[in-house]
T-cell receptor, first 116, second 113 residues
Framework: NAGVTQTPKFQVLKTGQSMTLQCAQDMNHNSMYWYRQDPGMGLRLIYYSASEGTTDKGEVPNGYNVSRLNKREFSLRLESAAPSQTSVYFC???????????????FGPGTRLLVL | QKEVEQNSGPLSVPEGAIASLNCTYS??????FFWYRQYSGKSPELIMSIYSNGDKEDGRFTAQLNKASQYVSLLIRDSQPSDSATYLCAGSRAGAGSYQLTFGKGTKLSVIP
């Protein structure tokens, strides 16, 4: 049981290049999330997917696209990378149970992205 | 904008002391609250969750919630050097078919041997 996995672990891009960050979970969770973490800014939600086939914008969606490929996989794409997208990206998943938002979000190990 | 505020620290405590971490939130619609621990270069790991007013204890950790004051805290008793990390407070609110977490910027804790 690997939990949440992310690839790659580290990536260097040049401005204008594109790339896709991959995320997969083996916990049969319905909801998946992409966050970015910058020094002094905390974790900020980019996009999330409440269930297979649905995606919604979070706090900072500009410059990103996502695909919920199936229940296990949720990818994040940078179409034209910019230096402002240099960050650590975390994928998370959770299982929504009932009401009240009591589910735990489990995080992957992160992808460190440097855009030159 | 919904915000979760934390003192960024660093908070330094001697080994064996009680570390007190505080968090305030602006969204009265937030229903559940979480404390995550994040070691340098690692991903966040849940250590406590609290949903109702009052205290919740788990081993050396106690979470406290006061919804009227919009205040959440985490107490770490008998602090150990291994507790040195950044602690993230998060509040949960309903989104489109899911619940979104809003994180504070984190408090860095250093436990001095």
């Amino acid at each position: 049981n690997a939990g949440v996995t992310q690839t790659p672990k580290f990536q260097v891009l040049k401005t204008g290049q594109s790339m896709t960050l991959q995320c997969a979970q083996d916990m049969n969770h319905n909801s998946m999330y992409w966050y970015r973490q910058d020094p002094g800014m905390g974790l900020r939600l980019i996009y999330y997917s409440a269930s297979e086939g649905t995606t919604d914008k979070g706090e900072v969606p500009n410059g990103y696209n996502v695909s919920r490929l199936n229940k296990r996989e949720f990818s994040l794409r940078l179409e034209s990378a910019a230096p402002s997208q240099t960050s650590v990206y975390f994928c998370a998943s959770s299982e929504v149970r009932g009401t009240g938002g009591r589910e735990t979000q489990y995080f992957g190990p992160g992808t460190r992205l440097l855009v030159l | 904008q919904k915000e979760v505020e934390q003192n960024s620290g660093p908070l330094s405590v001697p080994e064996g002391a009680i570390a007190s971490l505080n968090c305030t939130y602006s969204d009265r619609g937030s229903q559940s609250f979480f404390w995550y621990r994040q070691y340098s270069g690692k991903s966040p790991e849940l250590i406590m969750s609290i949903y109702s007013n009052g205290d919740k204890e788990d081993g050396r950790f106690t979470a406290q919630l006061n919804k009227a004051s919009q205040y959440v805290s985490l107490l770490i008793r008998d602090s150990q050097p291994s507790d040195s990390a950044t602690y993230l407070c998060a509040g949960s609110r309903a989104g489109a078919g899911s619940y979104q977490l809003t994180f504070g910027k984190g408090t860095k804790l250093s436990v001095i041997p």
